[in-house]
């Protein structure tokens, strides 16, 4: 066998990266799909498990190579992409019940089962790196750029295929590509066993098995109401934003908060369900369609209070706010709906007046929409009864219910125009009491210190209403809103001047009651007492942590577990999975990666484990820069997905080209500098540009928008490309056993880290864990000195020193 020409090496790299980051995505829409979005962070552990076992391995069992013959075997990339198939085959088949799992312990096995199962394929993908930089005169520039710069593309094919073909579809396309790297560089024969493969996963595309697509869980809404007689799909809608089904049922019916005093006909209905779950309703509009229910909603107050208004309706959903606005006379509507696959699939869905989502809708974030465009509106109305977003969980950011985001929607007001935000009431009581602490800090950093002038509350069983104004109510507008609650037996929660016979007059509750924690808010003297004594949570989000259904308090998880009745699902809910992950990514990494790596180094070299540092430095503070932009990015680009694909995509084109860049160089005359660049000024500048480009990139042209974040991400991705390859150059100079050690740990934390940072984001803020990030290069600097000045390592150099 011949050593096979750069050209081919490095583009079996691309590809075979390419597919290796798009399959770990897949799997997060798989998991959401056949589990919960929840167990979609039990990917980064697994991926974490297969490429750091790949380090171990290498470095156990490597043999010096006698004749020479380089790595990687082209035989990995055919396993690579046998276990791609066989893997998702068999995970979607794991009879994982986490209902299950309070009861029955057995469960336990089968989430080990699936680490078992899906490590594989990235087991095989770290092997393939990990080999191909150990190789002897192996130039770790190129093949780190081009890594780098196949996981980029596959951020962008993930992207286009899930809206092209379903998840199941797309992990067989995905396979295609570690084919086509084993015809690149095997043999005659491998190359013919590759066609065939490839030419059977054809097959199985166009004739489109069952067997291969991805299954619902049947414990979720979608499966159940379509058990009702009569019930169907009507369409499904895949994209990267879910999975989008359109179904009729029996069993929809949706009309939040809806007076008891009402005892007249609902209309038929459809459902609408993301990822077979957050199940809403659409009310499609003919001329027997009856409407008068929506009068008899909470959120039907503001209409009158307003003849003929001019309404924005941020993310609709299922459209029943924009009916509201219809049947109260909207003289116009505008609406903005975040995710762009539920406005697709109801694009020919009839309202009072034309379509739900006509051609040309805006999608994306409803307060760029307002900040951008100056255009006021007598009437903003924003419902979270209507918000189906699959990410509302402690985990998932959200940027549409943060202090600026209210402020935003404040000032798109006419002088005397109404904000009205609805909630459901979900005891034990957290985010309505989170959204009130939100709203009332904007309208004090507004300016409005007496900010509880400016809001009127009602409720009705289940549906919390907040009005609010950035002029104070007028005696003759609380009257209309009193009496349009009287006659609706809602109770009034809150108005300037209320007295207390005045409430919990219809609704009477037995927990904590939600008037009296609403009314120790809404009082500037005991608002602060009261948020630090509350069983959870419930501080004002803003965009620094914006995380909006994160609620738990670490030191109040006993009384917690306790006022939920020992439930553990409520934990998981809440997205406190993600620390769970955390605790698996441990149990698995540091037995099997962590410390192999620090005995086998200091077995090798004395007491020094100043590599291991410098490499974990390296993973923690690349992590550590790259989620905080990610979830900075969801902002400006309006959806946690996009912003995944253009952050992490541009990032990694970025460190490709740095990695590529530094291999003309000699390392050890710029690693130093490039440390201490990016721990000094570059990170930390970074940090303090990021609100103001956020602002920027928020208010312009959606067109524009990828293009401006290339630009002002690319300076800082393409230094962060140099370290690692400049180590590893080095390390295979002085120490070339190493490499699979380093090749771990680096991996180790680069995949603990995502889950670390966003549990620090929880309570430090996105900037205290980028600017970590900038300590770490700093510590890697100080790190690489010892290293490579050791005496076990050869002789002084002095690029970093």
């Known amino acids: 066998m011949n050593r096979p020409a750069g050209f081919r090496l490095y583009a079996a790299l691309f590809l075979s990266s390419l597919a290796t980051l798009g399959f770990e995505v897949l799997l997060t829409r798989i998991f959401s799909i056949a589990l919960w979005y929840h167990f979609g962070h039990m990917v980064v552990s697994i991926a974490m498990l297969g490429l750091g076992l790949s380090g171990t391995f290498w470095a156990l069992r490597r043999r010096p190579s006698g004749n020479g013959i380089p790595n990687p075997r082209p035989e990995l990339f055919m396993l690579l992409a046998m276990s791609m198939v066989g893997a998702y085959l068999l995970a979607v088949r794991i009879p994982f019940d986490p209902v299950r799992l309070s009861w029955d312990r057995g469960q336990l096995w089968l989430v080990g089962l699936y680490y078992v199962t899906l490590s594989v394929p990235f087991f095989f993908a770290g092997l393939i790196l990990v080999t191909a930089f150990s190789a002897p005169g192996s130039r770790s520039g190129f093949v780190y750029g081009s890594d780098l710069l196949g996981a980029a593309t596959g951020c962008l094919v993930v992207f286009w295929l899930l809206w092209k073909v379903t998840p199941g579809e797309a992990a067989l396309l995905f396979a295609l590509f570690p084919l086509v790297s084993a015809g690149l560089l095997g043999s005659r024969s491998l190359r013919r066993v590759a066609v065939a493969a490839g030419l059977l996963l054809f097959g199985l595309l166009l004739l489109r098995p069952d067997w291969v697509q991805t299954p619902l869980s049947p414990y979720k809404e979608l499966p159940t109401l379509l058990q009702f007689q009569g019930a169907g799909t009507l369409r499904t809608q895949n994209s990267p934003y879910g999975r989008i089904d359109l179904f009729r049922s029996p069993g929809v019916r949706y009309a939040?908060?809806?007076?008891?005093?009402?005892?007249?006909?609902?209309?038929?209905?459809?459902?609408?369900?993301?990822?077979?779950?957050?199940?809403?309703?659409?009310?499609?509009?003919?001329?027997?369609?009856?409407?008068?229910?929506?009068?008899?909603?909470?959120?039907?107050?503001?209409?009158?209070?307003?003849?003929?208004?001019?309404?924005?309706?941020?993310?609709?959903?299922?459209?029943?706010?924009?009916?509201?606005?219809?049947?109260?006379?909207?003289?116009?509507?505008?609406?903005?709906?975040?995710?762009?696959?539920?406005?697709?699939?109801?694009?020919?869905?009839?309202?009072?007046?034309?379509?739900?989502?006509?051609?040309?809708?805006?999608?994306?974030?409803?307060?760029?929409?307002?900040?951008?465009?100056?255009?006021?509106?007598?009437?903003?109305?924003?419902?979270?009864?209507?918000?189906?977003?699959?990410?509302?969980?402690?985990?998932?950011?959200?940027?549409?219910?943060?202090?600026?985001?209210?402020?935003?929607?404040?000032?798109s007001l006419k002088p005397d125009g109404i904000l009205s935000v609805s909630t459901f009431i979900l005891p034990p009581f957290r985010t309505e009491l989170r959204v009130l602490n939100t709203l009332l800090t904007a309208l004090e950093s507004g300016g409005l210190p007496d900010s509880e002038k400016h809001i009127f509350m009602l409720r009705s069983l289940e549906v919390l209403l907040i009005l609010v104004k950035r002029t104070p109510f007028e005696q003759q507008e609380i009257n209309k809103?009193?009496?349009?609650?009287?006659?609706?037996?809602?109770?009034?929660?809150?108005?300037?001047?209320?007295?207390?016979?005045?409430?919990?007059?219809?609704?009477?509750?037995?927990?904590?009651?939600?008037?009296?924690?609403?009314?120790?808010?809404?009082?500037?003297?005991?608002?602060?007492?009261?948020?630090?004594?509350?069983?959870?949570?419930?501080?004002?989000?803003?965009?620094?942590?914006?995380?909006?259904?994160?609620?738990?308090?670490?030191?109040?998880?006993?009384?917690?577990?306790?006022?939920?009745?020992?439930?553990?699902?409520?934990?998981?809910?809440?997205?406190?999975?993600?620390?769970?992950?955390?605790?698996?990514?441990?149990?698995?990494?540091?037995?099997?990666?962590?410390?192999?790596?620090?005995?086998?180094?200091?077995?090798?070299?004395?007491?020094?484990?100043?590599?291991?540092?410098?490499?974990?430095?390296?993973?923690?503070?690349?992590?550590?820069?790259?989620?905080?932009?990610?979830?900075?990015?969801?902002?400006?680009?309006?959806?946690?997905?996009?912003?995944?694909?253009?952050?992490?995509?541009?990032?990694?084109?970025?460190?490709?080209?740095?990695?590529?860049?530094?291999?003309?160089?000699?390392?050890?005359?710029?690693?130093?500098?490039?440390?201490?660049?990016?721990?000094?000024?570059?990170?930390?500048?970074?940090?303090?540009?990021?609100?103001?480009?956020?602002?920027?990139?928020?208010?312009?042209?959606?067109?524009?928008?990828?293009?401006?974040?290339?630009?002002?991400?690319?300076?800082?991705?393409?230094?962060?490309?140099?370290?690692?390859?400049?180590?590893?150059?080095?390390?295979?100079?002085?120490?070339?056993?190493?490499?699979?050690?380093?090749?771990?740990?680096?991996?180790?934390?680069?995949?603990?880290?995502?889950?670390?940072?966003?549990?620090?984001?929880?309570?430090?803020?996105?900037?205290?864990?980028?600017?970590?990030?900038?300590?770490?290069?700093?510590?890697?600097?100080?790190?690489?000195?010892?290293?490579?000045?050791?005496?076990?390592?050869?002789?002084?150099?002095?690029?970093?020193?």
């Not at 009193?482 to 016979?501: L, N, S």
């Open 481 to 801: 809103v009193k009496d349009f609650a009287r006659k609706r037996w809602f109770d009034v929660v809150h108005y300037p001047g209320i007295e207390d016979k005045e409430k919990r007059r219809f609704i009477k509750s037995e927990m904590t009651d939600l008037t009296a924690a609403a009314t120790a808010l809404l009082n500037p003297e005991t608002r602060l007492e009261f948020s630090k004594g509350y069983v959870f949570d419930i501080s004002a989000v803003t965009d620094d942590r914006p995380f909006f259904y994160e609620h738990l308090r670490w030191a109040r998880i006993s009384d917690t577990y306790a006022l939920v009745q020992k439930k553990w699902d409520f934990f998981i809910r809440e997205g406190y999975l993600t620390l769970a992950v955390l605790v698996q990514i441990l149990a698995f990494g540091l037995p099997l990666i962590a410390v192999p790596a620090v005995f086998s180094v200091r077995r090798k070299q004395g007491q020094n484990a100043r590599p291991l540092v410098f490499f974990a430095c390296l993973g923690f503070g690349y992590m550590a820069v790259e989620v905080p932009l990610i979830q900075k990015m969801t902002g400006p680009l309006e959806h946690p997905f996009t912003a995944f694909a253009a952050t992490v995509g541009i990032l990694l084109v970025a460190s490709g080209m740095g990695s590529l860049f530094g291999q003309r160089l000699e390392p050890d005359r710029y690693l130093g500098k490039v440390l201490v660049l990016l721990g000094t000024p570059v990170i930390p500048l970074y940090v303090f540009l990021l609100p103001e480009f956020n602002r920027l990139l928020s208010g312009i042209h959606s067109f524009w928008k990828i293009p401006m974040l290339g630009l002002f991400l690319f300076p800082v991705g393409f230094l962060m490309g140099m370290p690692f390859p400049a180590g590893i150059a080095m390390t295979a100079t002085r120490f070339p056993a190493l490499i699979p050690w380093a090749w771990a740990i680096n991996g180790f934390l680069s995949v603990t880290t995502p889950i670390l940072s966003v549990v620090m984001a929880w309570k430090t803020g996105l900037r205290n864990v980028m600017l970590m990030g900038a300590a770490a290069y700093l510590m890697a600097y100080f790190a690489a000195r010892g290293f490579w000045t050791s005496p076990t390592m050869g002789t002084k150099t002095t690029g970093v020193v």
């Open 256 to 411: 939040p908060g809806l007076s008891l005093a009402y005892n007249g006909p609902l209309p038929d209905q459809l459902g609408l369900a993301v990822d077979g779950g957050s199940v809403t309703a659409v009310t499609p509009v003919t001329s027997t369609t009856r409407l008068d229910f929506l009068k008899d909603i909470p959120a039907s107050a503001a209409y009158g209070l307003r003849t003929t208004p001019e309404v924005f309706v941020d993310n609709p959903g299922g459209g029943l706010p924009i009916l509201v606005a219809e049947i109260h006379g909207a003289s116009r509507v505008d609406t903005v709906e975040q995710n762009p696959a539920i406005a697709q699939i109801l694009s020919g869905t009839s309202s009072l007046n034309g379509l739900l989502y006509p051609p040309g809708s805006l999608t994306g974030l409803g307060r760029n929409y307002v900040n951008r465009l100056n255009r006021h509106y007598d009437i903003v109305d924003l419902s979270l009864t209507s918000d189906v977003s699959s990410l509302a969980t402690g985990t998932g950011e959200s940027y549409a219910y943060t202090v600026e985001a209210f402020q935003s929607y404040l000032r």
